[in-house]
C-alpha cells in the first residue's frame, strides 16, 4: 500500500509540447506534486524525439495520459499509435502510465500502470465489480472517475478509497463532486486532480491548485480532519467556505468547509444527509444551509431537535451533527438579520415598533427576518411571486401579503429583500424596477454582489443602504460558534469576504 501523502496531481492541456512544458514549471511553482501530461490534447500526436524532451529533467513526478474519445479524452488516431506513444512516454522517463481498464493488459506499455475507468455520464451500476477488477490487475494504480449527480455520490468515490488495498484514485466528477477530490487526502488516496488555473481543468468539477493550498488548506487534511459544509443551489459562488476554513485556520482546528451542491427538493436533501451520516467515518459535524434547503432542513433534521427559535420561524440555516451522529438545527438568520438592520440605521431593536416594512420573497430567510421583525412589532407586508406562500407565511405572523404584481405601490419605510434577485452571477436582475417614495432604507440580504442593482438603485435615490455581507457575516460568526464552542475571530472573517468580493472571486 502507498503510505506517501496525497498527491496533488496538476493535468497539464496545452495543445503544443512547449507550452506544455512551461505549463509543468508553473504547476510546481504552485505547488502541485506530480503533473499529468495529457498527449491526447496536443494538436498533433508527438513524435518519440518530441515525448522525450518534453520528459527531459521534468520539475515534477510525471503520469503520461494519451486519452481516447471512448473515455472522455481528444485522441482519435489509431489504438497501436496511441499506445506506441505511451510506450515512449514510459521509455522517457514517465513515473506512471495511465492506462484505460478496456485496453487487454497483453498491450499495456512496460511501466508504473494506473489503471483508469472513466463514466462520464453517471455512477456506474457495477461500481464495485470494477474497482475489483481493478484490484485484481496487475496495474500498481487504481483509478476511477465517474460523474456525480449529488454529492452523495462523491461519498461513493470514497468509499472505494476506503475498501481498496492498492493505491487508488477515486473521484466524483462535476460540481457535486468536489468534496470526493478535497476529501481525498483525508482518505489517503494516491491522488487528487486539481488544475493549474480557471478553465484549465481536464475533467469537470476540478479545483485549481491554487484553491486547494490556500481555500482549502490541502496540507492540512488527515485522517482526524472534521468535515463542514455549506448546502444550497446554487452553491458554487458561496463566500462561505472561504470564510470557514480561513477562521478554522486562524483557530487551529483541524477541520475543512466544503461547497455541497444539492439540487432543490426534500428527496434530494434526504438522500444527502442519509447517505452522509449512514458513513460516521465521514466525520461531518456541521452545515450551513442556504437557499432553497432551510425549510428542508428543519422538517430532516425535526423541530423537537432545534431550538425554539428555529421551530418558530419555520426553518434553520445551522445544523450540528454529534460525535454520536445526533442532529442539532438552529436559525442564526434571525438575529443576524436585525443586528445588521438596527446597527446601520443606529436604533434598538425596540426602535422597530411601529416601522412599516416590505419584505420581498417568502423563503427560509423571509420566515426569519419576518419572525423578527413581528416580535419587535414592525408593520411587515410580505410580497411573493406565489401568492399562498406568502400568504401563509403572513398568517403565520401576524402580517400583510401581497403577490409581486403588487410590488410596484408599496409604501414602506423599510424594504428587505430575501429573494435571490440580483445574486451572482445574475446581477443586473432586481426585485424592483424603481424605488418608491416612501422608501428610507434599503436591506438586500444578498452579499454577493455587495452593491446590488437594488441597492445601486436605493443609493441613488438617497436612502439607507444595508448590506447582505453584514448578516452573511453575523450568521456565519454564530455558526462557528455554535459549532466549536469558541469565540469566532469576526475581524478576520469580514475581511476574508470583503477581500474576495473587492477582488471579483
Known amino acids: 500500500m502507498d503510505h506517501a501523502p496525497t498527491r496533488l496531481i496538476c493535468p497539464l492541456t496545452a495543445t503544443s509540447l512547449e507550452a506544455m512544458r512551461a505549463e509543468m514549471d508553473a504547476a510546481a511553482k504552485l505547488g502541485a506534486d506530480m503533473v499529468e501530461c495529457r498527449l491526447d490534447h496536443l494538436v498533433e500526436p508527438p513524435s518519440a524525439g518530441q515525448i522525450e524532451v518534453l520528459l527531459a529533467s521534468p520539475a515534477l513526478p510525471v503520469i503520461a495520459t494519451c486519452r481516447p474519445t471512448r473515455q472522455g479524452g481528444l485522441y482519435r488516431c489509431d489504438e497501436s499509435s496511441r499506445l506506441a506513444i505511451l510506450q515512449c512516454a514510459a521509455a522517457s522517463g514517465a513515473d506512471f502510465i495511465d492506462v484505460e481498464d478496456d485496453v487487454p493488459d497483453s498491450d499495456w506499455p512496460v511501466g508504473q500502470i494506473i489503471l483508469s475507468h472513466h463514466d462520464f455520464v453517471g455512477v456506474p451500476d457495477d461500481l464495485d465489480g470494477i474497482a475489483a477488477r481493478l484490484e485484481r490487475s496487475r496495474a500498481v494504480v487504481n483509478k476511477v472517475a465517474f460523474t456525480a449527480a449529488g454529492p452523495e455520490d462523491a461519498?461513493?468515490?470514497?468509499?472505494?478509497?476506503?475498501v481498496c488495498r492498492k493505491p487508488t484514485i477515486s473521484l466524483a466528477m462535476g460540481e457535486c463532486g468536489l468534496a470526493s477530490r478535497i476529501l481525498a487526502r483525508k482518505f489517503g488516496a494516491?491522488?487528487?486532480?486539481?488544475?493549474?488555473?480557471?478553465?484549465?481543468g481536464s475533467a469537470p468539477g476540478q479545483p485549481t491548485t491554487k484553491e486547494m493550498r490556500h481555500l482549502y488548506h490541502w496540507d492540512r487534511l488527515g485522517p482526524a480532519t472534521a468535515v463542514y459544509g455549506v448546502i444550497g443551489c446554487p452553491v458554487a459562488h458561496s463566500m462561505s467556505p472561504a470564510i470557514h476554513n480561513a477562521a478554522f485556520e486562524a483557530a487551529g482546528l483541524d477541520a475543512v468547509y466544503l461547497p455541497l451542491r444539492i439540487e432543490p427538493g426534500h428527496d434530494s436533501f434526504s438522500r444527502f444527509m442519509d447517505a452522509?451520516?449512514?458513513?460516521?467515518?465521514?466525520?461531518l459535524r456541521g452545515l450551513?444551509?442556504?437557499?432553497?434547503?432551510?425549510?428542508?432542513?428543519l422538517a430532516y433534521v425535526g423541530p423537537a431537535n432545534c431550538g425554539d427559535l428555529a421551530g418558530t420561524i419555520g426553518a434553520i440555516n445551522t445544523v450540528t451533527v454529534g460525535a454520536d451522529g445526533r442532529l442539532r438545527g438552529d436559525n442564526t438568520d434571525y438575529s443576524a438579520a436585525i443586528d445588521a438592520l438596527r446597527s446601520s440605521m443606529d436604533i434598538a431593536c425596540a426602535d422597530l415598533a411601529g416601522r412599516?416594512?416590505?419584505?420581498?420573497?417568502?423563503?427560509?430567510?423571509?420566515?426569519?427576518?419576518v419572525a423578527a421583525l413581528a416580535h419587535y412589532g414592525a408593520r411587515v407586508t410580505i410580497y411573493n411571486r406565489t401568492v399562498r406562500r406568502g400568504q401563509e407565511l403572513a398568517r403565520d405572523f401576524g402580517c400583510k401579503s401581497?403577490?409581486?404584481?403588487?410590488i410596484g405601490g408599496l409604501d414602506a419605510e423599510i424594504v428587505i429583500n430575501c429573494t435571490p434577485l440580483g445574486m451572482h452571477p445574475n446581477?443586473?436582475?432586481?426585485?424592483?424596477?424603481?424605488?418608491?417614495?416612501s422608501v428610507r432604507v434599503v436591506f438586500d440580504t444578498i452579499y454577493n454582489p455587495v452593491r446590488t442593482r437594488l441597492l445601486r438603485a436605493a443609493e441613488a435615490e438617497g436612502c439607507l443602504c444595508v448590506s447582505g455581507l453584514e448578516m452573511f457575516v453575523?450568521?456565519?460568526?454564530?455558526?462557528?460558534?455554535?459549532?466549536?464552542?469558541r469565540k469566532a475571530p469576526r475581524d478576520l472573517m469580514r475581511g476574508v469576504v470583503a477581500q474576495r468580493l473587492a477582488a471579483g472571486e
Open 155 to 162: 461519498l461513493r468515490a470514497l468509499d472505494l478509497l476506503r
Open 190 to 200: 494516491f491522488g487528487t486532480f486539481a488544475a493549474l488555473g480557471e478553465g484549465a
Open 276 to 283: 452522509a451520516l449512514a458513513r460516521g467515518w465521514l466525520g
Open 288 to 297: 450551513s444551509v442556504t437557499i432553497p434547503h432551510k425549510e428542508n432542513a
Open 356 to 369: 412599516s416594512v416590505a419584505v420581498l420573497g417568502a423563503g427560509g430567510a423571509s420566515r426569519a427576518i
Open 402 to 406: 401581497a403577490g409581486l404584481e403588487a
Open 427 to 437: 446581477m443586473e436582475a432586481s426585485p424592483l424596477e424603481r424605488i418608491p417614495k
Open 474 to 485: 453575523n450568521q456565519a460568526v454564530a455558526q462557528f460558534e455554535i459549532w466549536t464552542a
